[in-house]
């Protein structure tokens, strides 16, 4: 009698770096043990999967990249789906689910996701499964994991709708009525829920077994308890809290389910060569330009606790690098010296470090799609490989923990590997590896009997990614001339690193200038030494820029590192008030704050030469830890602090300025910083609308009574802006009332967000 036909899923994806693709080959391989056939392939094979003619159940997993463009392997599918010409009902037969990706370091979080999602829904389409919104800032597996987890009840609840005659049989038997599609709740996961989700019925009964059981190539459950000597040596001595190397009870006793081992793609090589490359920066291309430091210039003293750098970069032999105050452009750095011989060395490699790397795809691999990473160019050197294409520094991925414990050859090192990649230890993992930023040497330091080799490397370590800065400057006031300002990164010492280390870049170009640098107060003369040249790209944007319209107010929100793009508008402005003198220009306010006024004030002399020539109208600035002044603004009985004090000392002008004048509202700074800064106005709001754009760099826009209030917000780190949520509430004519709210896209599920987000309401309707 012949077999039955396994039911079909299509999976599709659009990866850039590797991650959504490796997610949706973990489904279609998963849909097996689901009794499911799954046909892979990415979005742009059209000849391989003809949306328009699909019956069955599909599954996007796509990430972002660059301003929010999609991946390469998605580009032509969304411009398909852009069409104009598509009537609204071309995909009304198709069902499908999407897990979008992201990062909230980079602008425009998830658009490929939100816009693919947006044209299905506008041509048809039916989702049978809540979108999922991962953030690779604090830890894909946040959200990933649990949407993973109710994919199959979903997608058997599809097939049953979709085909009243089809019947799905899984491990417990369970059916689905027909003409049932689950309601599928995603719940939202802040970064301080560690417990892990709740296990299947089935995982259940497996995790409560008594019998110690072996970890499988296809994951599962792995050995109960340790055997009794072993963990008497590992208990011997050792503290009762958890580190990287070592765990506590109940983890160290409990029976793990641990994720499929990835399995291998590459075959990886290396050849001896007559000549040795020599190691000069990134590979050329048509937008990467190598330009001189002219000026380095440390901002804060000594006693700071953090170090401010300002540099200043010589373009005027580079005129496609042309910028706009706002703009932001990409710093090329390399991997540290150090760092890579280490790595060479722990990996038994530093003989052979300037072979020929080749590599090329493993015969009968069984990674649905596999590919040569495209960043991996051919004819380098293995040194040339780990400083320019691999990030090193990179997090190790849960992913990377399972396949690394294939290689340890310590049981209780091996034991911890799994134990850290598991459900069960995603808080060890969160707290000494994703929020400790533990770099791969780290993790091997802490597990010495590990050895993974070369090919397992180059499958898990990500590209080496550019870090972009925002422009400092206007080409208008320093022609030839392109200015940033970067806070020197520190990562203190935790339990999986004894000596705390610097940024990847941060810590690069300080050690780069260290010698030339011009420190606070001193002559600028001083300086003989030749700087060097970096690698730079430009990054232009359309939503961070100094309004067209010269009378529009200015309200500019900069705590520390964050005045730097208010720097480069405020010297526009000043130079179009000098193109420009009869010309009604817009009153301009900024707000800083710092820590002492002494030690880390940026930009003070520039700042106190605007107020003093008029271009600058308002500077109200603060500092945390100085003693108050007898002469200090005064607010709720005490002086300013913060900037959120200044901003709610001064709300009311504010707010005029927004309603009747149609000002414009910048933020820039770190995420906590931001959120801080916005409560205070949303407090005082009152009127029709208030809403919070979702947006990397800040958009302008007039407002006026009769129109909505436009607060807009962006925060950044060192590898760039973060990206925030979009919301709106509606008013009604009572003061603090809320009457709506109406999230107009999704919301990122970020703690420090959330916080903020409730505290508005809190106030709101208080």
Not at 429 to 443: A, D, G
Not at 468 to 481: E, I, R, T, V
Request: aromatic letters at 6%.
């Amino acid at each position: 009698m012949p077999s039955k036909a396994k039911p079909r899923i299509v999976v599709l994806y659009g990866s850039q770096k590797g991650q959504a693709q490796s997610i949706a080959e973990g489904i279609a391989a998963e849909a097996e043990e689901h009794g499911l056939l799954a046909e892979l392939s990415c979005l742009d094979q059209k000849d391989k999967d003809n949306l328009e003619n699909e019956k069955s159940p599909v599954v996007f997993v796509v990430s972002t990249t660059g301003n929010g463009e999609p991946p390469d392997n998605a580009l032509q599918f969304v411009r398909h789906i852009k069409m104009k010409t598509l009537s609204p009902i071309h995909y009304k037969h198709l069902h499908y689910a999407l897990l979008a990706l992201g990062n909230t370091n980079y602008e425009n979080f998830c658009n490929c996701g939100k816009t693919i999602e947006r044209r299905l829904q506008e041509l048809g389409a039916q989702k049978f499964y809540a979108t999922g919104y991962a953030d690779d800032g604090v830890g894909l597996e946040l959200v990933v994991e649990p949407w993973l987890e109710g994919l199959w009840k979903a997608v058997k609840g599809a097939l049953t709708n979709m085909t009243s005659n089809l019947s799905i049989k899984d491990d417990s038997e369970r059916t689905l009525p027909d003409g049932l599609i689950p309601d599928v709740q995603i719940d939202l996961l802040s970064l301080t829920d560690h417990q892990s989700p709740e296990l299947e019925p089935e995982c259940a009964s497996m995790c409560s077994a008594s019998a110690t059981q072996a970890v499988s190539p296809s994951g599962g459950v792995v050995s109960l308890t340790p055997p009794a000597q072993e963990t008497q040596n590992m208990h011997l001595g050792a503290s009762n809290a958890t580190s990287l190397s070592h765990s506590v009870s109940p983890l160290s006793d409990a029976s793990l389910n641990v994720p499929a081992l990835p399995p291998p793609f590459l075959e990886v090589s290396l050849q001896e060569v007559d000549t040795v490359d020599e190691i000069s920066g990134p590979l050329k291309s048509e937008t990467l330009n190598e330009v001189p430091i002219s000026r380095a210039v440390r901002l804060t003293t000594g006693e700071s606790v953090k170090t401010a750098i300002f540099l200043e970069l010589d373009i005027s032999a580079y005129p496609m690098l042309a910028y706009q105050p706002g703009d932001s452009f990409d710093v090329f750095c390399p991997n540290r010296a150090s760092e890579v011989k280490q790595l060479l060395k722990r990996v038994g490699l530093e003989d052979q470090k300037n072979h020929h790397v080749h590599v090329s795809l493993l015969k009968n691999t069984k990674k649905r799609g596999a590919q040569v990473p495209p960043y991996i160019p051919q004819n380098i050197s293995l040194l040339y490989l780990l400083t320019w294409c691999l990030e090193i520094r990179s997090v190790p991925k849960k992913a990377f923990l399972r396949a690394l414990a294939e290689h340890t050859t310590d049981s209780m090192q091996r034991r911890r590997l799994l134990e850290l990649c598991s459900k069960q230890g995603t808080a060890d993992y969160n707290l000494h590896v994703r929020e400790s930023s533990l770099s791969l040497l780290e993790l091997l330091a802490a597990f010495p009997s590990s050895l993974p080799p070369l090919s397992l490397l180059v499958e898990h370590l990500p590209k080496l990614q550019p870090r972009p800065y925002s422009a400092a400057s206007s080409c208008l006031q320093h022609p030839g001339k392109l200015n940033f300002v970067l806070n020197v990164v520190e990562f203190p010492e935790c339990s999986g690193r004894p000596v705390g280390r610097r940024g990847l870049c941060t810590g690069w170009l300080f050690d780069l200038v260290n010698d030339a640098l011009v420190l606070p107060g001193a002559a600028e003369t001083q300086c003989h030494m030749p700087l060097p040249r970096i690698h730079v790209s430009l990054r232009p944007n359309c939503f961070f820029r100094h309004p067209p319209d010269l009378s529009a107010p200015l309200i500019m929100v900069g705590p520390g590192t964050g005045v730097a793009p208010f720097i480069g508008f405020l010297q526009q402005r000043e130079k179009q008030r000098q193109q420009n003198p009869d010309a009604v220009f817009g009153e301009t306010w900024l707000f800083f704050g710092c820590r002492y006024r002494d030690r880390d004030y940026l930009f003070r002399e520039e700042l106190e030469g605007f107020v003093s020539r008029g271009t600058l109208d308002h500077l109200k600035v603060c500092f945390s830890r100085d003693e108050p002044k007898e002469d200090d603004a005064v607010v709720s009985g005490r002086p300013p602090r913060y900037v959120q004090h200044n901003l709610l000392l001064h709300s009311h002008k504010i707010i005029n300025i927004w309603l009747k004048h149609k000002g414009c509202l910048y933020v820039c700074g770190c995420d906590c910083e931001c959120d801080c800064c916005l409560s205070p106005c949303a407090m005082q709001l009152g009127g029709n609308q208030f809403r919070v754009y979702s947006a990397s760099y800040p958009m302008t826009a007039g407002v006026c009574s009769s129109t909505p209030v436009t607060l807009v917000r962006i925060s950044g780190s060192e590898n760039g802006w973060m990206d925030v949520r979009c919301m709106t509430l509606q008013w009604n004519l009572q003061p603090r009332r809320l009457l709506k709210m109406n999230f107009t896209q999704s919301i990122i599920q970020s703690n420090s967000s959330q916080i903020w987000l409730h505290s508005v309401l809190q106030n709101v309707l208080a």
